[in-house]
């Protein structure tokens, strides 16, 4: 996988946070996912590594800013989404940290495919109705001093233009208390759009790049609603400039043109 500490437009990534006091390599990677079992977290990187591999021989994969990802303590990750590739996408971008993430509550009814996605951390979300019992798996996950991921459109955008934020992300966010790291994903959407039964394989490229943590009191100074603008702001923002950077390198062929060159809705 290529890392670069650069931004996708030039610019030069602040400096990497203070690395953890020297410690055995069974002690640093129980830092990977506080409170987890090591054979857990032991299969989750094994997957982790499978799903990089794969994604840099088809996409040519790229991360940029990884090393802004606070190495310790609880952080909530915010991603746009674009297609069921973004929580493998997401999961194989972050190094030396394991994240927890919402799915919906129909990915597990299939029996192998919901034991897979619970060992890989995922917490089920009931659709189309507040669900305390996720929202408290989530804080109990920062408690513990994890990464949780979560998308704040709610779902997948069905344009490749990044849809309104949900309102209740807001009250996470406050309820939380902790950094937020705005992440943007590109060429997702054009490797596998909602509708299509399988990602495509020839031709694509996906991109990520991970934005400065916002610290809780920043974020909130101002208030939710502004809070939850600034998120929205900062993903798209991300998710632009991976877009610009992708066209220049493909003259103008890829990600193709359509609504995922406008800004998001609001």
């Not at 999961?91 to 597990?108: C, H, I």
């Not at 804080?139 to 991921?149: D, I, K, W």
């Amino acid at each position: 996988m290529f890392v670069d500490t650069r931004l996708p437009d030039g610019g030069i990534a602040t400096a990497a946070p203070a690395p953890p006091p020297a410690e055995g390599p069974v002690a640093r990677l129980r830092h990977y996912r506080p409170g987890s079992s090591l054979p857990r977290i032991l299969f989750y990187e094994l997957c982790r590594y499978f799903i990089l591999s794969l994604l840099t021989l088809i996409y040519r994969f790229r991360v940029y800013g990884a090393h802004r990802l606070p190495r310790l303590g609880p952080v909530l990750v915010v991603a746009n989404h674009a297609s069921y590739l973004d929580p493998p996408v997401l999961g194989a971008s972050v190094r030396k940290r394991q994240l927890d993430y919402l799915a919906r509550s129909a990915t597990f009814k299939f029996a192998p495919l919901g034991k897979l996605i619970t060992l890989l951390n995922a917490i089920s979300l009931k659709e189309g109705e507040p669900d305390t019992a996720a929202i408290k798996a989530v804080l109990r996950r920062l408690e513990e001093g994890g990464a949780v991921l979560i998308f704040p459109e709610g779902g997948r955008t069905k344009s490749g233009r990044m849809e309104k934020l949900k309102r209740g992300i807001a009250v996470l966010v406050k309820r939380a208390r902790c950094p937020v790291v705005p992440v943007g994903v590109e060429g997702v959407f054009d490797a596998w759009p909602p509708g299509q039964l399988l990602p495509s394989v020839i031709g694509k490229r996906i991109e990520v790049a991970i934005g400065r943590p916002i610290p809780y009191e920043e974020l909130l100074a101002a208030g939710p609603d502004a809070a939850l603008e600034r998120i929205g702001d900062e993903i798209d923002a991300l998710r632009l400039s991976l877009r610009r950077r992708m066209r220049r390198e493909t003259v103008g062929r890829y990600p193709s043109w359509g609504p995922g060159d406008l800004p998001r809705r609001r």
